[in-house]
């Protein structure tokens, strides 16, 4: 086939030796690239009980099938590996333009081993590779870095790098594609600072390879003309544009998951930062919506745009999550995890906590310099910079909401609202019963991306329409939990894993059927939408595998407590996620992925439909 | 949608009434039309316990939502009761005319209930529908029938109906079409004949409505430019062209499946037809490929042109499975089939199980005329017609090899053989294995139908890349019974049920790509092949819901025994199906369908999935 070269560039930093191994192309279609070939060399290669932050765990950075082809979407690569936040699987995707520059370099996934006695980063060109050292490098925020390495390396060569946050080890630190683009979550960033590579240059020349070319520019074609009707929203005010309508909703994550309206939302919506702080608008490789914002302020924060500017997860989780109304803050927090190498998500969340535990007064006595309360916007970024510095509380705090709970004790994990460790992201399940679902399954813990956001599906028209595709016929409502949604939430959430695994971005409004065939005409295989669902669910089941190695018990599987307390007031007074609609909904889930209902074990025969006997 | 008009016509012959019923497009998605709307019609309909040949039985005529547009294949139309010779799930298809006739009168499917007390018949037109007196028609042949109906009703009427065996209640007496296409398996012509409705008459002027007028008409000239390479074959020698290669691999039915290799096959293959019989070739609606047969004779038989010519599994059947290699005698036995609505299959099955009893000396002395020995052509044709007749021994072979056996007792069940009291087919499990599971699991018995004939599977090439749409990477063997070749029964089969349902011919060589367009740019529906799969697992578990409230039990999965006795001498000397591995294949299967892999039982996720809850 034409989409791929199959190689494997292998890094061993203990012993400082770099190999490239080949792929068999039978394996790159079961498993696509992304998150399920990455998962795939995981369940391979670490053992159970692993040390996240120790030699024996793999850092992989898996582009996919469609990684690197210029069609919107195709920007993306998944980095993988025992996650030193949940214990699980650490899976995450990041756009920009790295991605799509390693496979023009000729490498179609990374794997890292061992650690290294001393910093060292990756120079990857063109079919080759080298560890240099990185002494250099260490300690400097990202911008610096990747301004050291252009300096080095020449001004077009691509950078993915870890930042102080992940050499510290925080436990939520990211990977940085382009300074601008994050795998965010399950704290990749300190497995990658535990490696002491702080760094990946990456420079190509070479186009990747489509199958059938004609093919490809009308798909293409086709995206062109129909992106700006359908994703004009995302150009125009970012994913950050429809804030305030989802707090008029009830589902704007706020103080910490107690409500889920915020009464400063107007200050923090996208269409106030298009108004007030963006200085430009970003895009990812070969994509033409350009939904990444760009923004920039002298006073009363400094604000330095080469860090782009924060996504809606970003705003809610350091705006209202934080009960943070100050759009300026929110941008100067979200550089600041962006040079540092933090999750906004669960840096936010975290911060959230801590606000709450203040409130609570559990840690009223706790640090000298005295904590945020809800709302203290310049109070949150300083203690966003302490997270990222692990100085003072931001050293127990880098650790994540559960562990930080567990030590602060006084029934604080209450209202560490985590999933197997790793902080809720910014929906709402009380607003969006089957969401709740998936923070329960996913193998990342609380997840958003491979997840059911049904706002889409709830409506009449196209959505229903498109949902066709799975033999749904729609619409569902928001609360169901029954078995249409169930199944609903089966067939998206492994598509999202397909996704994860091609890898494409969500956002980018494909439909299942051009997807379909853009796999097609970029590999040449003769493939179908019931295939690439297969893949998906290959993948989620694997994921599965690999965390049962890890010691994952059906009791993981749960939602955090603090969903199944009503709402006080606002739009969704009075409402909870189910304790037993949301149980049932898990039985039956746990039975269509052909898992034992009861304890959540793939059966043998889906195992062995699946290849992975 | 512009596919259906979504009329069902609902004729009660016990009360003389006609009914027209709406069907939910909804309802047709989820099933569409043929085996699925049928199943589904019984399941709601026919109580457990019923008699098959009683009135609270219901005949269902399905046409698909491909039936009756003017593509290849789209001919055909199903018919389903609760089977008189399996108690089980009665169903098959035909083609021809008459289906897409009764789409193109303004219905889309036809239940009949009830009993008439006197001979009728159903003359259907534009939308109408009457039921007139057959008593003149009753004990004619089906040609006497469809000539005189066409004098009463007109030159350009076409005509469905059940022969003089489904008069008598011949337990595998079929429903023909046209006189030359037949629902020929379970015994759906005496459920007919049980009724009293002799014959169904249908007249439509208005042509069947297609959503995507361009896209269909690209897809049928994709069609025109194809099939001549893939099918050519077909149309030269029809389906009986194989018939020696099959011999020279092996797996010919021959002598009561005691033999897979017949030394005189060379004197009853297609190609000998073709160059000795053959005075044309027909087809069905809207198709070029020409498949049927037209043979005539003068002597030793007089064989009638307007009753066709026989199909590979006639051929077989009343040919080597009876060790006769006298193909003048094969096509007057196939004649008289076609004349008196006898399935070819079972009735040569039943021929070759007396020859087989006369062998053994279980029948010697049963009746005064010498019953027929292996190779007596002219007692094999003679056997046919008492069966028709139900004369002498006839009557009690027209019961089915089953119910005779165990009238005849002294072991004769051991070489009856059928699977849930149906025959099996003219293709040997001993040659292809996963065959043998398709024949245990199948909802109808011993069927070829929706079934893995897997030689289309084994090659490289196209026929490995056709399978990349379900994921599958082939090649694999005909022996195989492991985890993928499972997993290729299951989705073929699953894929065959939709065919069925849809209704589409097998032959005509559409990719799996282009029926999925197929049905969507008739129907206008956003489908897939996903969805397309689903709603044959759907069927298949509906099936199965079915059969249990009719008495099914896990036991009844099984294959012959005779199949497990393996070969001595010829191709597949010393190979017989493995027991352990056909058990272990079938578990799999249970598993890969969402049924329990101990009881067979579906399991509730799996109903629910299917919204069969």
């Known amino acids: 086939m034409a989409g791929w070269w199959g ?85 995450a995707e990041a756009g920009g333009f790295w991605g799509a520059e390693l496979k023009r370099a000729g490498f179609d996934a990374l794997v890292v081993e ?59 630190a990211c990977v940085v594609n382009d300074l601008t683009h994050f795998a965010g979550r399950t704290g990749l960033g300190a497995v990658m600072g535990s490696k002491k590579l702080r760094a990946i240059a990456v420079r190509g020349e070479t186009p990747v390879p489509v199958a059938d070319e004609a093919g490809f520019r009308r798909l293409v074609r086709e995206m062109s003309a129909a992106w700006k009707e359908k994703a004009w929203g995302l150009h125009e005010h970012g994913t950050a544009g429809s804030t305030a309508a989802l707090s008029a909703q009830g589902g704007l994550p706020t103080r910490n998951f107690r409500q889920g309206s915020f009464e400063g939302v107007e200050k923090i919506d996208g269409r106030t ?65 962006a040079a540092q190498g933090l999750d906004t998500i669960s840096t936010g969340v975290t911060v959230a906590f801590a606000m709450e535990c203040v409130e609570r007064g559990v840690l009223s006595s706790w640090h000298g310099k005295g904590l945020p309360r809800f709302g203290d916007a310049e109070g949150m970024v300083e203690l966003v910079r302490q997270i990222a510095a692990r100085e003072g509380i931001g050293d127990l705090l880098a650790e994540g909401t559960l562990r930080a709970a567990r030590f602060f004790g006084q029934g604080s994990e209450a209202w560490a609202v985590q999933v197997k460790g790793q902080e809720v992201p910014m929906h709402e399940p009380r607003l969006k019963h089957a969401l709740g679902l998936g923070y329960a399954v996913s193998p990342t813990g609380a997840d958003h991306c491979h997840n059911l956001h049904d706002t889409a599906w709830i409506k009449e028209g ?53 997807l379909t065939e853009l796999v097609r005409s970029v590999t040449g295989w003769n493939t179908s939408l019931f295939e690439l669902e297969k893949v998906g669910e290959r993948v989620a089941t694997l994921a599965r595998l690999f965390n049962m190695r890890q010691g994952w018990t059906r009791e993981e599987d749960v939602l955090h407590p603090r969903f199944f307390e009503p709402f006080a007031g606002g739009p969704l007074d009075g409402v909870s996620v189910p304790r037993e609609g949301l149980e049932g909904a898990l039985r039956l889930y746990y039975g269509m992925m052909g898992w034992d209902p009861d304890t959540g074990i793939p059966t043998p025969a889906r195992l062995a439909e699946l290849g992975l006997s």
């Open 462 to 514: 196209s959505a229903v329409k498109e949902a066709g595709v799975f033999g749904l016929q729609g619409p569902v409502s928001l609360h169901d939990l029954g078995p249409d949604k169930v199944r609903l939430f089966c067939y998206i959430t492994n598509w999202r894993h397909f996704q994860d695994s091609a890898v494409v971005c969500y956002f980018v409004p494909w439909t299942y059927g051009q």
């Open 7 to 91: 190689r494997l560039l292998r890094v061993d930093l203990t012993r400082g030796r770099v190999v490239v191994e080949s792929l068999d192309e039978g394996l790159v279609r079961r498993l696509l690239g992304g998150r399920g070939l990455a998962t795939y060399i995981l369940w391979r290669e670490v053992p159970a009980g692993a040390d996240p932050l120790g030699p024996e765990n793999r850092l992989v950075f898996a582009p996919g099938v469609l990684t690197g082809v210029p069609a919107p979407g195709c920007g993306r690569n998944g980095v993988a590996a025992l996650s030193p936040l949940t214990g699980r699987l650490g899976s």
């Open 114 to 172: 061992g650690r290294s006695p001393a910093p060292v980063y990756l120079w990857i060109h063109d079919g080759v590779a080298e560890i240099r050292d990185a002494r250099h490098l260490w300690g400097l925020e990202t911008g610096e870095v990747e301004a050291r390495l252009r300096e080095e390396l020449g001004p077009r060569i691509r950078v993915c790098q870890c930042g102080p946050a992940g050499e510290k080890l925080v436990r939520f």
């Open 273 to 337: 930062m298009t108004a007030t702080l963006l200085a430009g608008r970003e895009s990812c490789f070969a994509c033409p919506i350009r939904c990444k914002r760009v923004v920039r302020a002298a006073s009363p924060y400094r604000i330095d745009p080469r860090y782009g500017g924060p996504e809606y997860e970003s705003v809610a989780a350091l705006g209202s999550c934080c009960g943070v109304d100050d759009l300026a803050a929110i941008c100067k927090a979200n550089e600041i995890c």
